[in-house]
Structures are given as C-alpha cells and as structure tokens.
C-alpha cells in the first residue's frame, strides 16, 4: 500500500521550489530591465552622440519591433528563471558547487576568466548551429526580426533559443563540479552581469566603443556594437564577446573594421565642421 508523502516535507519542498522560481523571475527580469532602461535612458540623454554614431543610418526599430522584443523577453525571463530554480535546488542537493562563502581575489579571476571563455566558445557555436539551414526557423529567426537593433533585442528569442542560450550555465557548473571545482557565486554573479552589459551593449543601435578600438592590438580583440550590428544587418560576426572565433574560422565580416571606423570618424568629421564653421 502506498503511503501518503509527508504533508510538511512536500509543503517544504513546494515552498521552496516557489521560493527559488520567484527568485529567479526578480533575479532574471530586474538584471534585463535595468541594463536594456539604463543604456536607453544613456542613449536618450546623450542623444547627440548616439545619433552620431548610429550603426544603419537608414533605418530606425518600430514600434511593432520594441513590442515584439519586450514581449518575448518576458519569455525568456521565465525560460530563465526555470534554469535559476534548477541550479539553486542543483546546488541544495549538492549536485552543483557553488560556494556563497568569501572567495580569494584570485580564485574570482580566474573563475570568471574560465566561465567568460568557455560562454564566448558556446555562443559561438551554438550561434552558428541555429544559422544553419535546419534549426533556423525554429530557433533564431525570432531574434533576427530585429533588423535594427535595440538594448531590448537582448533577451529577444524564442523559447527553443532560450533554453540553447541559458543551457550553458549549468552544463558548466555541472562539468566544473564533477571536476570538484566549486565556483564562487561571486565568480558567478560576475559573469552574468558582465554577459548582461555586453549584450546589451551588443544590440545598442549606435557604436559606444571609442575610436580606434579595431586598429588597437589591445583592444581589437574584444567585439564591438558594429560587430554584433553588422550581424543582424547582412549576417557574418556569430562571436559574442571576443573577435578570435569569427577570425579562426573565417566568419567576420569583411569590412568590419571599415564599418566601426567609419562610424567612430564621424563624430569628429562633425567636430571639425563645426569648428571649421565661420562665427556669425
Ligand atoms: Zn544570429
Ligand atoms: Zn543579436
């Protein structure tokens, strides 16, 4: 005969589970909406450099666009959340480390560096995989409907994308605790606010990075807004944060650096005009 589960112990777990899916939706929705509002509030305040420097001089996001992206990154919002629950309960049955206890400056670097690394590879080619002929549709086409993009482009997928982009988190920390590397939740917060920043970075319709980024050997190598942009525009550039995947395997656009140059000129070009403008 089967026995009744204990009523406190399934009330725990429920409540619990509730808890830690709450959490999630505050922790996943409040990280999105304070960095796509804060960098369109900087674009709004700033709004002569960022019409300046705006990547697709001929074409603006609609209304529909804004809608379409704020809408299903509310989905993606709750896709997350699910993988925040299942990585807290992973971490309350020991399943994955994560250390909330103070962790050494070092080991914070190192972890972060790691995690940054490895994400940067897995987009990569989780990006590529979604563009082949097969999985497009089904995936990604969502977030290109954003031909322009904006700060709220950045959680813009479909469910099916969500799940392939979040994935990443606990595969690693699965893989780093088989490992028996307990990863600090610094390391871990670090890494998701740093994720969240690029991205919408990545999406923000004008270029933010100064000039001579791409001619810089120091700084080449991390992605600039005109790499991402030139994605959505006319495709190449599948890379995230850094510029070395695209380049090893010969998928950068081939008049990146041309573009960002073009663009960061601009606002001097204007400078000197204006400076070069006889006074009335
Ligand atoms: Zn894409
Ligand atoms: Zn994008």
Known sequence: MMTPANPSTLDYAMTRVADHFMFGIYFD??????????????????????????IQRGRRASRADYTRELLSSMRTVV???VVTLAILVGRETGVILLSIKDAALWTIIWQVVLI????DAWFYWAHRAMHSKRLFRATHLHHHKSRTPTPWTAYSFTMTEAV?????????????SQLGIAYAAFAILFFIWHQMIRNVMAHAGSELFPA???????????????????HHSSG??????FTWWDRWMGTEHPRYREAFREVTARGRVGQAEALAEPAE
């Open 29 to 54: 929705l409040s990280r999105y909406l304070i960095a796509a509002g804060a960098l369109t509030a900087l674009l709004l305040i700033f709004r002569g450099f960022a019409e300046t420097r705006r």
């Open 79 to 81: 896709v997350y959340a």
């Open 116 to 119: 940054v690394l490895a994400h």
């Open 164 to 176: 392939i982009e979040v994935a990443f988190v606990p595969i690693f920390l699965l893989i780093t």
């Open 212 to 230: 001579g980024w791409v001619d810089n050997p120091w700084t080449d190598w991390i992605a600039t807004t005109t790499h991402h942009d030139l």
């Open 236 to 241: 190449h550039n599948f890379g995230f944060y």
